[in-house]
C-alpha cells in the first residue's frame, strides 16, 4: 500500500512500541501531527516548550529503561531541543528525536524556519540523520531507534524535510536491520572477569563504585544478589544512587564533592575499586592525583571510552553491566574484611548525615527526609543544584531508576518536565521533583502540560529567595559577593547587601499564586510541623499536580563539602563539625 | 606522539564533520586528514595524522570507534607501511635560475609542472620527511606559494584491512 512519508513514521512508532511521545507542533510537521490525530494507540503529550518535550521524554526513558520519543518542528522549535537532547546524551538516555525541516529544494536557502539542526547536535547525540531519500526513510528509523536503546544508549535525532513527509512509496518499516560500524560489545571477556574475581577476593579493603550504568543495565538485581555474598561495601556516583538501599548497612553513600564521610573517607582508604557503569567523573573523584591513591582498580562499561580515560585501570572489562556480573556472581565469594568492614563503620558512626534544624526558617535536609518518610517509593525527580544535592543525599532510595537528575550536563529546569514523563510512564506511582526556587522557574511553563493531562506531580519547591549553589560558592570563596544570586535583589536594595533583612521581598513570583492560575494545587508551608501534613495533603491529589511552596533557611548550605579541586578526604563537614 | 591512524567509513552525509567536530570538540590535535574514495563506492577512507600522548592517542582512537559511520579503524604507526605525500611548490624563478631548480628537482625525484617566464611550479611525492627536506633546500629561492595534500598510507602484504 502507498503511504506517505508521515504515515510510515507513525507505523515505525507503532512496531517501537511507542506508546506516548512528547512534542510540540509546527509548519514543517503538521503532517506527522495529522496522522497522529485521534490516534487511539499514540498519546501525544503536548508540552509548552520543545526543551520540555526532550527533558518529559528523557524522564520517561530514564523511569523505564523505554525509548522516549519526541517530536519538533524545524528551526526555532528543534533548536529548542538542545539543551534537553545534551543532557540525555551526557547521562546515556535512549531517545529518538524527530525534528522538521524545510523541503529538500529550499534547504540552504535561509528559508523561513530553517536551522541546520545536524549540524547544530552533531556533537550531543549518539548518532544523527536528516533524510534525503524517501526510500531511506523506514531504514534510517530502524537504526535510530537499534542505536539509540542498544550499547551505551543515547539520543538519536532524525530531521525530516518537509516534502519527505509528503512523498508516497510502497514500502514498510524493515523488520531488522544490521549497522556494519556498529557493533557494541555486550558479553564481558571471561578470562578478564575471572581475573576480577581473584582480585576482589584477595582485596583487604575493597569497594564496589556504582554509576548510572548499572541501572540502564538492568543490572540492580544481580548486583544486590553480588554484594550480599560478598559483603563489600558500597560507593556510588550521583547517577548511581538506588543501586543499593540507601539504608543499607553496606551503602557508604555518594563520593565526591558532595559525598557522604564514609564514602569519601572509604574511597580514600581502600586497596580496590571495582567501578560499573561509571566514568569516574571529576565531581566524583576530586583531585585526581589524591583519588584513591591505594586502590587497584577494576572497570566494568560497556563504553570503551570512559575505561581508564580519567583514572588508571589494571582490569578493564569492556561490557554490559548485568551480563558481566551475571557471569561474575557464581566466582565470588564471601570476602573475609573484618577490619575494613569494622573501620567504615567507624567512619560512619563518626559523621553520618545530619539533618540541620533551620534557625528561621524551615530546614531542606528535614524536608526532604519527611518526603521519604511519607513517600517512600516515588520516583524523585531534581532540578541544579542544592535542592540536587539535599535530594540525593537525604532520600531513602530503595528502587533502581527512582532518582532522575541531570547528573553530567547538570540542567537546571531538567526536573518538572522529566517528572511529568515520569508520571505519564508510571501513572500508579507518587512522582516528586525537589526543586529550588531559581531552577523551577526555568521551565515553571510546564505546570499547564501537567494541568492539561491531569497528572499529580508534586513539585516541593525548596525556596530560600537565592540560586543557592552559586551562593554557597559565593559564602565560601568569594566573602559573601552574592553576585546576581539573591532572586529578591532590587536596584533599591543597598549595595554589597548579604543577608535578607525585612525591606526584601517575600516573594518572587508568588508561587502558590502562579500554581493557581495554572489551577494546580498550591501550597505554602513555613513551619516545621507544617511539612507532614502538607506532603501528606499533596498525595491526596489523583489528577491534578501540586506545588508546594517551602521557605527555607535563606542560607542553608549544603554539607559534607570538598572545595573544588581539593581531595576528596579533606571534606568541610558544615559549621561547627 | 605523531599516529597515521587509516579508517574505512561510510560514505555519508556529515562523515568528514563528525570526525573534525569531535576533534575540535575535545581539543584534540589533528595535523591532516585526507578523505577519498575506495575501490567500493559505499565506503571511503580517511587518513588522519594526529599528535598526543599515549593517552590521548588511545582515547582519539576510542572516540572515533565510537562514531557509527566508522566500519573500521586501524593505527598504522609502528605497522609495516607504505605513506606518501603530495605537495605542489611554486617559487620565482629567472630564466638564470631554472637550470639549478631542475638539478634540484632531478635529486628529489620532483617534476616540474609549469615553467613561466618568472617562476615555475614543482610537483613532488613521498613521506613526509623527504616533502620537509625538499622546502628546506627550496627556502633559498622565493617560495610563492605552496599546497600540501596530507598524508595517505597503506600497510604492506596482501592481507586487505576490511
Redesign the interface.
Given at each position: 500500500m502507498e503511504k506517505n512519508g508521515a504515515q510510515l513514521i507513525v507505523e515505525a512508532l507503532k512496531k517501537e512500541g511507542v506508546k506516548v511521545i512528547f512534542g510540540f507542533p509546527g509548519g514543517a510537521v503538521i503532517p506527522i501531527f495529522d496522522v497522529l490525530f485521534n490516534d487511539p494507540d499514540i498519546h501525544v503529550v503536548l508540552t509548552r516548550h520543545e526543551q520540555a518535550a526532550v527533558h518529559a521524554a528523557d524522564g520517561y526513558a530514564r523511569s523505564t529503561g523505554k525509548t522516549g520519543v519526541c517530536l519538533v518542528t524545524s528551526g526555532p522549535g528543534a533548536t529548542n531541543t538542545v539543551t534537553g537532547i545534551a543532557t540525555a546524551n551526557f547521562d546515556s538516555v535512549p531517545l529518538v528525536c524527530l525534528t522538521g525541516q524545510v523541503p529538500r529544494n529550499m534547504i540552504g536557502n535561509d528559508a523561513f524556519q530553517e536551522a541546520d539542526i545536524v549540524g547544530i547536535t552533531r556533537p550531543i547525540t549518539k548518532n544523527n540523520y536528516i533524510i534525503t531519500d524517501r526510500a531511506e526513510l523506514g531504514r534510517t528509523l530502524k537504526e535510530a531507534f537499534y542505536i539509540a536503546s542498544t550499547g551505551r544508549p543515547g539520543p538519536v535525532l532524525i530531521d525530516f524535510p518537509k516534502d519527505i513527509l509528503n512523498a508516497k512509496l510502497n514500502d514498510s518499516y524493515p523488520e531488522s536491520v544490521s549497522i556494519r560500524g556498529y557493533n557494541p560489545v555486550i558479553k564481558g571477556h571471561p578470562g578478564q572477569i575471572k581475573k576480577a574475581a581473584e582480585t576482589l577476593h584477595k582485596a583487604k579493603k575493597p569497594l564496589f563504585y556504582v554509576g548510572g550504568g548499572i541501572h540502564i543495565a538492568g543490572a540492580v538485581d544481580v548486583f544486590r544478589k553480588v554484594v550480599k555474598k560478598t559483603g563489600i561495601p558500597v560507593i556510588s556516583s550521583l547517577m548511581g544512587i538506588g543501586a543499593l538501599a540507601t539504608d543499607d548497612p553496606l551503602n557508604l553513600g555518594m563520593i565526591g564533592m558532595h559525598g557522604t564521610y564514609p564514602g569519601n573517607m572509604a574511597v580514600t582508604e581502600c586497596d580496590l575499586i571495582l567501578g560499573i557503569g561509571t566514568r569516574f567523573d571529576d565531581r566524583a573523584t576530586g583531585k585526581l592525583s589524591e583519588f584513591a591513591p591505594h586502590a587497584r582498580i577494576v572497570h566494568i562499561d560497556i563504553d570503551p571510552a570512559s575505561i581508564a580515560r580519567n583514572v588508571a585501570v589494571e582490569i578493564p572489562i569492556v561490557g554490559d553491566a548485568r551480563q558481566v556480573l551475571e557471569e561474575l556472581l557464581p566466582q565470588v565469594k564471601q570476602s573475609q574484611i573484618d577490619g575494613w568492614i569494622k573501620q567504615v563503620k567507624e567512619w560512619q558512626q563518626a559523621h553520618p548525615l545530619k539533618i540541620e534544624e533551620g534557625n528561621i526558617r524551615l530546614s531542606p535536609s528535614r524536608i526532604v527526609h519527611t518526603i521519604s518518610e511519607v513517600f517512600p517509593d516515588a520516583i524523585i525527580a531534581t532540578e541544579v543544584g542544592q535542592n540536587q544535592m539535599w535530594a540525593a543525599l537525604f532520600y531513602n532510595y530503595k528502587h533502581t531508576r527512582s532518582l532522575l537528575t541531570s547528573g553530567g550536563l547538570g540542567t537546571m529546569g531538567y526536573g518538572f518536565p522529566a517528572a511529568i514523563g515520569a508520571q505519564v510512564a508510571n501513572p500508579d506511582k507518587t512522582v516528586i521533583d525537589i526543586a529550588g526556587d531559581g531552577s523551577i522557574q526555568m521551565n515553571i511553563q510546564e505546570l499547564a502540560t501537567a494541568v492539561q493531562e491531569e497528572l499529580p506531580v508534586i513539585v516541593a519547591i525548596l525556596n530560600n529567595g537565592y540560586l543557592g549553589m552559586v551562593r554557597q560558592w559565593q559564602e565560601m570563596f568569594f566573602d559573601k559577593r552574592y553576585s546576581s544570586t539573591c532572586l529578591n535583589r532590587r536596584p533599591s536594595c543597598p549595595p554589597g547587601c548579604k543577608h535578607p533583612g525585612e525591606n526584601c521581598l517575600v516573594y518572587n513570583p508568588d508561587f502558590i499564586k502562579l500554581a493557581q492560575a495554572y489551577d494546580a494545587i498550591g501550597l505554602r508551608v513555613s513551619k516545621t510541623e507544617e511539612i507532614k501534613p502538607a506532603l501528606v495533603e499533596a498525595g491526596k491529589s489523583k489528577n491534578r499536580p501540586v506545588l508546594i511552596d517551602f521557605l527555607i533557611e535563606y542560607e542553608a548550605n549544603v554539607w559534607p563539602m570538598v572545595p573544588p579541586g581539593g581531595a576528596n578526604s579533606d571534606m568541610l563537614l558544615g559549621e561547627g563539625r | 606522539m605523531t599516529h597515521v591512524i587509516s579508517m574505512l567509513?561510510?560514505n555519508h552525509?556529515?562523515v568528514l564533520?563528525?570526525i573534525a567536530?569531535?576533534f575540535s570538540?575535545r581539543a584534540y590535535n589533528l595535523e591532516s586528514l585526507t578523505v577519498g574514495a575506495t575501490n567500493d563506492s559505499s565506503v571511503s577512507r580517511i587518513t588522519l595524522v594526529c599528535k598526543g600522548d599515549d593517552?590521548v592517542i588511545?582515547?582519539i582512537k576510542?572516540?572515533l570507534?565510537?562514531?557509527?559511520?566508522?566500519?573500521?579503524l586501524v593505527d598504522l604507526t609502528g605497522l609495516q607501511t607504505v605513506h606518501r605525500e603530495l605537495a605542489l611548490i611554486k617559487i620565482a624563478a629567472t630564466p638564470a635560475q631554472r637550470g639549478e631548480i631542475f638539478q634540484v628537482a632531478d635529486v628529489f625525484r620532483a617534476k616540474v609542472l609549469d615553467v613561466g617566464l618568472d617562476n615555475m611550479i614543482l610537483e613532488v611525492t613521498g613521506s613526509s620527511e623527504k616533502i620537509d627536506d625538499f622546502l628546506l633546500i627550496l627556502q633559498s629561492y622565493n617560495i610563492l606559494e605552496m599546497a600540501r595534500s596530507g598524508l595517505v598510507a597503506m600497510e604492506r602484504g596482501k592481507k586487505a584491512k576490511k
Open positions: - | 567509513v561510510e552525509q556529515g564533520a563528525r567536530g569531535l570538540g593517552n588511545e582515547q576510542k572516540q570507534n565510537k562514531l557509527i559511520d566508522i566500519i573500521k
